[in-house]
């Protein structure tokens, strides 16, 4: 496949209105939109083309690193597309691709579908800000909003270590350095550590992966920064559990004391079909670091945040299973949508009873 048939195929993505573009051997090129795959009228894609392709696009390090890894992320500037994240990965020796879509602009709260008190945090001046959801979920355009609203309101330093920068933050009232992970940092634990000694006042982190990038960041966020950032994971009880269960005996302790007194905030999405399949609704639900909060994970008795956070409307607190109610009862997401989605779908369906 030529360069000029990838452009094309690019543009037709942007064109459609599509979050990403998937280049499999064997099968045509496939768009997403609107969360489902949509296979184009074209002739499957071969072997020995999307190679070629994969070699246009990628640099004598990178290749080298695609050869001794197998898989690889980087992020293109394309003339039509704009910036797209490019993610490289071998199916029976062979390389293949999917693009992901970064769009131009940052899209508004409302437009995104956030809860106000998510701003909140934003502006809390130290803490741990906490993105989770699973793949495609929209975490890295949250992120990206926060940043944007701390950029606009703050005069600061915010720092972003990402692998690889989705969306480029033009300066307003703060200075805003982004760091690509293998072009600027060689990983996210290393540039973790050393931001520190770069005076930021807000450190954002694609990704917290493992202990010692936990580990760092509550460190920060315990020692007056405010930290954002974003882990794989369905719920806000499975985040602060995740965080908790990579570290042993005494590790253990200390991070459960960290998590108590830097937690701000957690904010679990997800992306849903909306009932007219035109579009992605975003569900989430919204844990705030109260008093009642802090408490439980100081104790360890995480299981009973589902209740604290049912109590917590006030404080801006949302349970999911509240939060596909109502956008059900609002007519944005499907009956079955709101049940698959629900943690306990007996409450949905007794509520619609």
Partial sequence: MSTENLDRLLSAAKEFDGSDLHLVAGVPPAFRVNGEIIIADEDALSEEEITRMAESLLN????????????????????????????FYR?????????????????TREELGLPEKLEDLARKPNGLVLITGPTGAGKTTTLNFLVDLINSERRCKIVTIEDPIEFVHQNKRAIVVQQEVLTDVRSFNRALIHVLRQDPDVIVVGEMRD??????????AETGHLVLATMH???????LERIIGVFEGNAQRQIILQLSNALQGILSQDLLPAADRTRRVLAYEMLVASGAVRNLIRENQLHQLENTIQMGRKEGMVLMDNCLHDLYCKCMITYDTAVSRARHPDQIVQQKA
């Fill in 60 to 87: 004598e390090q990178q290749k080298k690193k695609f050869e001794q890894e197998w898989e690889l992320c980087i992020s293109l500037l394309h003339s039509v597309a704009g910036r797209v994240r490019a993610t």
């Fill in 91 to 107: 199916r029976n020796g062979h390389p293949e691709m999917s693009f992901r879509f970064c769009g131009e602009r940052i899209p």
């Fill in 211 to 220: 202990h010692e990038a936990i580990a760092t960041a509550l460190t920060a």
């Fill in 233 to 239: 994971s369905p719920n806000v009880l499975h985040a």
